[in-house]
């Protein structure tokens, strides 16, 4: 059975709205002061396709704030993951930092969303730019192995201010290539390229400037982009989304979407 609304009271004292579902917190991690996660029970009718998002409330309010939120688990997994910001006056992170396990979040039905396979042309290379939680929709795809169907290799870069603010994607790399599922698949296939841009690492510089300057393919001992062999799937905040458009652009790609698959998507991954 879903827990899909009946217009019923929940522990905040507030109606679940009709026709949402009303999901279980069963796990919440704390990065940095900006950054968590937390995952909730999945409804069992709920079906999505990797890389798409949901709209995401509390039952905090008689007309609750919904916000758009990727999906982070891969379309197998029981459970539903979601990575965060906070921000401390943001309407829905401001209260939503705060949930722990056995909290209830709102969910709507229907999932959506142009990070998704369908929207690129087959390729060899996919590579996946985001910057803080715009990984989400990636940490999807890295787990599906229709993923690994589809490219050669799968290059995952993201840049965070700290190092701190990399750990989500460090852990979920490293759990990944242990997965008895898609284990063998990403470590074969998947490259992990991560960099800060506040705080002294080993790698710095903002995505953008590394493909500008040509780090990034000397790095990685690949060609620059071209349309004939490379996608990209961009997400991130709306200066870096710009910034990575123009870029990829200017490399001769061309944005693609559900109905007219292209060389790169693009999905903006800003909450407050
Ligand atoms: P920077 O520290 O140089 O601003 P934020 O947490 O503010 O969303 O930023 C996450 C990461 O994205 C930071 O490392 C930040 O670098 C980087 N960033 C911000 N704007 C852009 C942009 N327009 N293009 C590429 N990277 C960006």
């Not at 949402?20 to 919440?28: H, N």
């Not at 071209?226 to 490399?251: H, N, W, Y």
Request: proline letters at 7%.
């Amino acid at each position: 059975m879903d827990s899909l609304a009946h217009p019923t009271e929940n522990q905040t004292g507030f109606p679940i709205p009709a026709g949402v579902f009303a999901e279980t917190v069963t796990d919440v991690e704390h990065y940095t002061d900006r950054m968590f996660r937390f995952r909730i029970t999945r409804p069992q009718s709920f079906r999505f396709r990797s890389g798409e998002f949901v709209m995401i409330g509390l039952p905090n309010a008689d007309k609750p704030i919904f916000r758009a939120y990727s999906i982070a688990s891969p379309a197998w997994d029981e459970e539903l993951e979601f990575c965060s910001i906070k921000v401390p006056d943001g309407p829905l992170t401001k209260h939503l930092q705060k949930i722990v396990p056995g909290d209830t979040i709102l969910m709507r039905r229907k999932s959506t969303g142009t990070l998704v396979l369908d929207a690129l042309l087959p390729g060899k290379r996919l590579y996946m730019l985001s910057t803080g939680t715009g990984i989400a929709p990636f940490a999807s795809l890295i787990r599906d192995p229709e993923t690994y169907e589809k490219f050669e290799t799968v290059i995952l870069c993201h840049t965070c201010r700290t190092a701190a603010e990399l750990t989500y994607g460090e852990a979920l790399v490293k759990r990944l290539r242990e997965d008895p599922l898609v284990g063998e698949l990403a470590r074969d296939h998947l490259i992990r390229y991560a960099t800060t841009t506040r705080e002294p690492t080993s790698r710095m510089g903002r995505i953008t400037k590394l493909i500008e300057n040509g780090r990034l393919f000397e790095d990685l001992d690949m060609p620059r982009l071209s349309p004939d062999e490379d996608r990209v799937m961009i997400c991130g905040s709306m200066d870096m989304l710009a910034d990575c458009k123009t870029l990829c652009q200017s490399f001769g790609l061309e944005e693609g979407a559900n109905n007219r698959p292209a060389t790169f998507v693009v999905e903006r991954a800003f909450v407050d």
